[in-house]
């Protein structure tokens, strides 16, 4: 699996226990899933070996992170990836900063007060 930020493998350690115990108990088996700001993959990934034969639509924006998801699940036919932002059209511009994808760049000024920290 391919990480975007060196500390993302430490956040995720409980997330495969998190899915089966919380969610995968509360709803069965779906035959669909959409991940709607699927980041790297780490979602879909899991949610595929917990359900293989659920059909998962990834969408995510972010080109950086984009990458990172096509590397991670492109060994898994279930999986569609898409490079696309969900939501109302008009409500908000997509913002991009290289190098931000695990701190989101989606909101410009989510960004600017992280530099404000730096």
Do not use: C, H, M
Request: proline content about 6%.
């Amino acid at each position: 699996f391919s990480f975007d930020n060196p500390a993302t493998p430490l956040n995720l350690q409980t997330y495969p226990y998190e899915l089966t115990r919380k969610i995968r108990s509360a709803i069965g088996e779906p035959s669909s899933i959409l991940d709607i700001g699927a980041n790297i993959g780490q979602f879909s990934r899991t949610a595929s070996y917990l359900w293989p034969s659920t059909v998962i639509d990834t969408f995510e924006p972010n080109p950086a992170a984009y990458a990172f998801l096509e590397r991670n699940t492109a060994d898994i036919a279930g999986i569609r990836r898409y490079n696309y932002a969900i939501g109302a059209e008009g409500t908000a511009d997509f913002f991009y900063e290289k190098g931000r994808t695990g701190t989101g760049s989606f909101v410009e000024s989510n960004v600017a007060a992280l530099r404000s920290t730096e």
